[in-house]
């Protein structure tokens, strides 16, 4: 019997976490009881030491499920789950990687598939020849479109062809299959509807032994057009995975030699694939000599995961919006339960004709407190920049006008910072609510919000009277 590792950059979400647990039970056909979970901090001598506990689990085969945050190097899947007894290090190798998305092609065709599709090519860097369970999980909160564009159709068939499973969807199985020969994705690419005028198709062509395919990658003078970094690494992966040997080349990528360096994640990808692009000469990267990712020591989002999790395990309060460092950007939760993707601008015309204050600043969480009918706007921020987390505070009238004060109109707001790091063990501005520091101390200040008081204090008597 081993510990359940989950390894993330994301805040935890229960409901991910539920499916991560019954898709190992079930993979290893073993029984479970899976009661409302919770993800509790975990406690030593009433300092946090970095790991969360899932609490409500029940399985025979399994000892203890914790959570850890961390970063990757570069594009990282969104969970790796270990199953053994000790903490994993870095060279040990995940028993499945996860890559979780909100975004169904009712919103966007492309972040839905294209643009999270190159972490798992990617991932085939430091892991080549491993056995690990690849899972892309749909965690959808605005419904799924009836009728799957053929953009998702196409991209969720290269996946299914590298062995990625789809979770959280319904998919049709006559539909959605992996496809059995090259030729069959150059022909579905070829009855796809065109590209709009002007811009550059993704085609492919096959010229003897050698496959074309064609993709702008070029954006703000630099390799970063990430939908189409996404696509090409996912069609040109599925290529070889199914036993092409010959060229593959990319073309019409508008990229310049200067523009090709060997840290690219695309450059990496296309080492590992084999593939050239058209008129240039691709950087070699080298032997890998570093890991894929690391235990997370510095993130701001180290403090507000922390009191978001604390605060919806152990008071009535809970998130109505999220947007951690790092993280996935959550929607606003109205008081009727609906979820609405917050807009980029205050003035879309306005901030395109160049008025940049027109951009909404959103903070990276919003609590609510129904006992004291508070909302709290929260920023945060690493310890030495506690001064911008304060100028960033001012420049929430935006986000409070067309959003908490419509649909919460009875709540009074309170703007806080919340910190991460230093070895401070006091808070002595008072637009700073709480302090996670280095050490694992849990830092209120006298003029904290309600909410954060209550929180720790019961997550402090949790871990003084209960044994788990």
């Given at each position: 019997?081993?510990?359940?590792?989950?390894?993330?950059?994301?805040?935890?979400?229960?409901?991910?976490?539920?499916?991560?647990?019954?898709?190992?039970?079930?993979?290893?056909?073993?029984?479970?009881?899976?009661?409302?979970?919770?993800?509790?901090?975990?406690?030593?001598?009433?300092?946090?030491?970095?790991?969360?506990?899932?609490?409500?689990?029940?399985?025979?085969?399994?000892?203890?499920?914790?959570?850890?945050?961390?970063?990757?190097?570069?594009?990282?899947?969104?969970?790796?789950?270990?199953?053994?007894?000790?903490?994993?290090?870095?060279?040990?190798?995940?028993?499945?990687?996860?890559?979780?998305?909100?975004?169904?092609?009712?919103?966007?065709?492309?972040?839905?598939?294209?643009?999270?599709?190159?972490?798992?090519?990617?991932?085939?860097?430091?892991?080549?020849?491993?056995?690990?369970?690849?899972?892309?999980?749909?965690?959808?909160?605005?419904?799924?479109?009836?009728?799957?564009?053929?953009?998702?159709?196409?991209?969720?068939?290269?996946?299914?062809?590298?062995?990625?499973?789809?979770?959280?969807?319904?998919?049709?199985?006559?539909?959605?299959?992996?496809?059995?020969?090259?030729?069959?994705?150059?022909?579905?690419?070829?009855?796809?509807?065109?590209?709009?005028?002007?811009?550059?198709?993704?085609?492919?062509?096959?010229?003897?032994?050698?496959?074309?395919?064609?993709?702008?990658?070029?954006?703000?003078?630099?390799?970063?057009?990430?939908?189409?970094?996404?696509a090409l690494s996912l069609i040109c992966a599925a290529i070889r995975n199914l036993g092409w040997d010959g060229k593959i080349t990319i073309t019409k990528h508008g990229l310049e030699q200067k523009h090709l360096s060997h840290r690219n994640k695309f450059i990496?990808?296309?080492?590992?694939?084999?593939?050239?692009?058209?008129?240039?000469?691709?950087?070699?990267?080298?032997?890998?000599?570093?890991?894929?990712?690391?235990?997370?020591?510095?993130?701001?989002?180290?403090?507000?995961?922390?009191?978001?999790?604390?605060?919806?395990?152990?008071?009535?309060?809970?998130?109505?919006?999220?947007?951690?460092?790092?993280?996935?950007?959550?929607?606003?939760?109205?008081?009727?339960?609906?979820?609405?993707?917050?807009?980029?601008?205050?003035?879309?015309?306005?901030?395109?004709?160049?008025?940049?204050?027109?951009?909404?600043?959103?903070?990276?969480?919003?609590?609510?407190?129904?006992?004291?009918?508070?909302?709290?706007?929260?920023?945060?921020?690493?310890?030495?920049?506690?001064?911008?987390?304060?100028?960033?505070?001012?420049?929430?009238?935006?986000?409070?006008?067309?959003?908490?004060?419509?649909?919460?109109?009875?709540f009074e707001i309170i703007r806080t910072v919340v910190l991460y790091g230093g070895n401070r063990n006091e808070i002595e501005e008072a637009k700073v609510g709480f302090l996670l520091n280095e050490n694992g101390d849990l830092v209120l200040a006298i003029w904290?919000?309600?909410?954060?008081?209550?929180?720790?204090?019961?997550?402090?008597?949790?871990?003084?009277?209960?044994?788990?």
């Open positions: 019997m081993e510990n359940l590792w989950i390894l993330t950059e994301e805040r935890p979400k229960p409901e991910v976490i539920v499916t991560i647990l019954e898709t190992f039970a079930k993979d290893k056909n073993i029984a479970c009881i899976i009661n409302p979970i919770r993800i509790l901090p975990v406690l030593e001598n009433k300092k946090f030491n970095f790991s969360y506990e899932v609490i409500g689990f029940h399985c025979n085969s399994i000892k203890k499920v914790f959570i850890k945050s961390v970063s990757g190097f570069s594009s990282f899947v969104d969970f790796l789950i270990f199953y053994q007894d000790n903490q994993p290090t870095q060279n040990d190798i995940p028993l499945y990687a996860i890559e979780e998305t909100k975004t169904d092609d009712k919103e966007s065709r492309n972040t839905g598939v294209y643009q999270r599709a190159s972490k798992f090519v990617f991932m085939d860097l430091f892991y080549k020849n491993k056995n690990i369970n690849k899972i892309m999980l749909y965690n959808i909160k605005v419904g799924q479109k009836d009728k799957p564009t053929v953009t998702y159709v196409f991209g969720t068939r290269l996946l299914l062809t590298l062995g990625v499973k789809i979770i959280g969807k319904v998919l049709d199985e006559e539909t959605f299959k992996p496809f059995a020969s090259v030729q069959e994705i150059i022909d579905f690419k070829d009855n796809m509807r065109n590209a709009p005028s002007g811009n550059v198709p993704i085609a492919i062509n096959q010229v003897e032994n050698k496959i074309e395919v064609s993709g702008r990658l070029i954006k703000n003078d630099s390799l970063s057009h990430d939908p189409n970094i996404g990496q990808i296309a080492n590992l694939l084999r593939i050239e692009v058209d008129g240039l000469n691709v950087p070699q990267t080298g032997p890998k000599n570093n890991y894929y990712w690391k235990y997370e020591e510095k993130s701001e989002k180290l403090g507000t995961i922390f009191i978001h999790l604390v605060v919806e395990n152990f008071t009535e309060g809970y998130s109505i919006f999220e947007n951690h460092a790092g993280c996935e950007k959550g929607y606003f939760l109205t008081k009727e339960g609906g979820y609405i993707p917050l807009a980029k601008y205050s003035d879309r015309v306005a901030y395109k004709n160049g008025n940049k204050d027109k951009i909404i600043s959103i903070p990276d969480l919003i609590l609510i407190d129904f006992v004291k009918c508070e909302i709290i706007n929260i920023e945060g921020k690493q310890y030495g920049n506690m001064t911008q987390g304060f100028k960033d505070l001012e420049g929430f009238d935006d986000i409070e006008r067309l959003y908490i004060k419509k649909y919460y109109p009875e904290s919000p309600y909410l954060f008081k209550q929180a720790i204090k019961n997550l402090k008597d949790f871990w003084s009277k209960c044994k788990v």
